[in-house]
């Protein structure tokens, strides 16, 4: 009897694990309305296969993705005028695991709406005006594997009080910001880091190895 009931466990799980087709192509079909490109990636959860790439997005982009709740990925090259108003949008796609900004204007208010993206995996962030404050409100973000700090010069040792919270973090980003060797070790809570870039950064090469040394599984750092 109990090897029927794991069974029975087993196959609800399975079908549970089905992609839903007719809400991919409706989620297809509302990212080709707000203009941008659609695919599916089997690399994102069953229940939002569909990424979604964007040459330039608003708050009307990501509002128009509300019902869309198969995108798991939104890639937006220029998302400079996307206010905090476009990213509260994103809470409603309760699968999203990836979001992707080439380029934007992020404020506090910003931040907090992005943070309001419970389960995202991959954080791309880089070149948006940054700040520690701005920085704060990513710390709600539990989940996060990767994440891309890049170009945002006015990022600090103090920010990484922020970063330090986030212990799923298995890639992290902090090219061209003003991090120091002070920064570079509140780090070492991430023991699960794997690759790590502090390029053109205020790192010097002895703290970079000396943190090499105390981090059992990062395998790579730029500097």
């Known amino acids: 009897m109990r090897s029927c009931f794991v069974l029975a466990l087993a196959c609800c799980a399975a079908a549970r694990a089905q ?6 192509k409706a989620a297809i079909a509302a990212v080709e ?9 089997d690399k994102l959860p069953a229940a939002a296969r569909v990424s979604a790439k964007f040459d330039r997005a608003t708050d009307a982009t990501f509002a128009a993705l509300k019902k869309a709740t198969a995108v798991g990925a939104i890639d937006a090259f220029d998302a400079t005028l996307c206010t905090e108003k476009g990213f509260a949008a994103l809470k409603e796609l309760p699968h ?6 080439g380029k934007s204007r992020l404020s506090l208010a910003s931040t907090k709406a992005i943070a309001e993206c419970g389960q995202l995996r991959t954080l791309y962030v880089a070149r948006s005006g940054l700040t520690d404050a701005e920085l704060a409100p990513l710390k709600k973000l539990v989940f996060l594997e990767a994440l891309d700090l890049g170009e945002n010069p006015q990022l600090t040792d103090k920010g990484m009080a922020t970063v ?6 298995r890639a992290l980003e902090l090219g061209r910001t003003a991090i120091t060797d002070k920064g570079l070790f509140e780090l070492q809570g991430l023991d699960g880091l794997r690759k790590l ?6 790192v010097t090469e002895a ?7 105390a981090m ?8």
Not at 96 to 101: A, E, G, I, T, W
Not at 197 to 202: A, D, G, L, P, R
């Open 96 to 101: 999203l695991h990836k979001l992707m900004l």
């Open 164 to 169: 330090k919270e986030l212990e799923r973090l």
């Open 197 to 202: 870039s502090v390029f053109e950064t205020k």
């Open 207 to 213: 703290a970079a190895a000396k943190f090499v040394d």
């Open 33 to 41: 309305r707000a203009g941008g490109k659609a695919a599916l990636d």
């Open 19 to 24: 992609p839903d087709e007719s809400a991919e």
């Open 216 to 223: 059992p599984n990062l395998r790579t750092i730029k500097r």
